[in-house]
């Protein structure tokens, strides 16, 4: 019952919060960051906030399955092997350290980062800094690490994409989509990668990859900003910069043309993928896909889930949204097909609602309730001290910058219908849609054959 009065108090506030916000008048508690570089060119966002006495200290490094030369999967890997024990602690010492303070810790992979989090009391700050700067250093990087990780990653892989029609589709998609560019890959690594990859390769990724200017460190919520500051220093600055970093140069080249895969699957209900071509993080049409993509799907009264799953009762869900990553931006649609129904059939309602909003504009309620639903997201991101960390951090590593809340608001109020229609018109033709169906293979012929 608490929890429950706590979460209904914090939307309370929240929506209370909008009128202020449309004003401008909301206060953004990430205007108050604090940017450090140390020598070695390692980068600390500090924000102090002592509202809450709880800490969350982040490290991103610039790093994801993007970034992989020789092995994909690498990046991913590597989450785990942090993990595995350094120099002064055995395997698994790191979390269960923290586990044992109360914190909560956990780590991350995409295809542009890769990110490592513990969430303290203050006390236990200090403790977190020495942990990080000591699996930096005197990471174990050998056989025995390499092949016990190997085979927890060949069996996430193998539950998460290969015997998961979702993974297979969502993979599918990704390498029918992006021909050229490594977002293609998918961040788990291909099995034969994974299975090749040697010591070396994973030492020389960690060399070029794991260093102190390839790194971004958040700390955020109740810490003295200049001891904190004062025992990264320390704990930090003696490590070595790396110069230069190798990144991947691929380009991905404009879509001539409709792309389709079939991936067959022992399942009941089919899947339809889709995606289309769009901007990358931070460009200005990002907001217009935002509420195009809220218009689309968000939510059970969304064009998608009402024609598909409601009036026509074609699916089981249907989704989709706007997709940002650092070089490149997919616009996703999928849909969960009835058992009874056709996939042929829940595709083409999913295309009727697209050339929909390409060829009538949504209506002015629509508009607003899209508005309104990225606004409130937004400020959910100030609810936590986690939530606070991750978004300064995510912005400085994308876009250089942490953009001010106001700005972001304005930007989302600023959208019209007509720029609805327009993004629509621009990102969402059908000779630049890559589409993949997961279906059961085709009955099998009567081995007897016919009487």
């Not at 008048?25 to 940017?35: F, K, Q, S, V």
């Not at 080249?253 to 067959?264: A, D, I, S, Y």
């Amino acid at each position: 019952m608490a929890a429950a009065a706590a979460r209904l108090g914090f939307l309370v506030c929240l929506l209370a919060a909008l009128a202020p916000a449309r004003a401008g008048a909301i206060e953004d508690p990430a205007a108050n960051t604090r940017t450090t570089t140390l020598a070695n060119g390692l980068t600390v966002l500090t924000l102090e906030d002592h509202t809450t006495p709880v800490v969350s200290f982040q490290l991103w490094v610039r790093v994801g399955s993007k970034d992989e030369m020789q092995y994909s999967g690498l990046a991913h890997l590597f989450e785990h092997m942090m993990f595995k024990g350094s120099e002064h602690l055995a395997p698994e010492r790191h979390a269960q350290i923290l586990e044992a303070r109360g914190a909560r810790s956990n780590a991350f992979t995409s295809r542009d980062v890769t990110v490592y989090f513990a969430d303290v009391t203050p006390e236990a700050l200090p403790l977190v800094i020495e942990l990080e700067a000591e699996r930096l250093a005197h990471l174990t990087i050998d056989e025995a690490t390499l092949s016990s990780e190997r085979e927890v990653v060949l069996e996430e892989r193998r539950l998460r994409s290969e015997d998961n029609p979702n993974g297979l589709g969502f993979e599918a998609l990704f390498a029918l989509a992006f021909r050229a560019h490594p977002y293609r890959r998918p961040v788990i690594g291909w099995r034969s990668d994974v299975e090749a990859v040697d010591v070396e390769a994973c030492r020389a990724f960690f060399r070029n990859f794991y260093a102190p200017n390839n790194i971004v460190i958040a700390v955020t919520g109740a810490f003295d900003s200049e001891d904190t500051l004062a025992r990264i220093e320390r704990a930090f600055g003696g490590l070595p910069g790396v110069l230069p970093i190798p990144r991947n140069p691929t380009l991905e080249r404009e879509q001539r043309g409709e792309r389709r895969e079939t991936v067959l699957f022992d399942l009941r209900s089919p899947l339809v993928f889709a995606a289309w071509h769009t901007p990358a993080t931070g460009h200005p049409d990002a907001e217009p896909l935002d509420v195009l993509s809220s218009i689309l799907s968000d939510g059970r009264s969304s064009r998608l889930y009402r024609r598909l799953v409601r009036e026509e009762q074609q699916a089981l869900d249907a989704s989709g949204g706007y997709w940002e990553l650092q070089e490149a931006g997919l616009f996703l649609a999928w849909i969960g097909v009835r058992p009874d129904a056709s996939a042929e059939r829940a595709e083409r309602l999913l295309f009727e609602e697209i050339d929909r909003l390409r060829e009538t504009r949504a209506t002015e309620e629509e508009l607003e309730k899209a508005k309104r639903q990225i606004e409130v997201s937004l400020l959910r991101g100030l609810r936590t001290n986690h939530a606070l960390g991750h978004r300064i951090a995510s912005e400085y590593v994308s876009l250089g910058r942490i953009r001010p809340l106001d700005e972001r608001l304005e930007a989302i109020r600023r959208v019209t219908l007509e720029d609805v229609e327009r993004v629509a018109r621009t990102y969402l033709r059908e000779d630049g849609r890559s589409v993949v169906r997961v279906v059961a293979p085709p009955a099998a012929p009567d081995a007897a054959g016919p009487s």
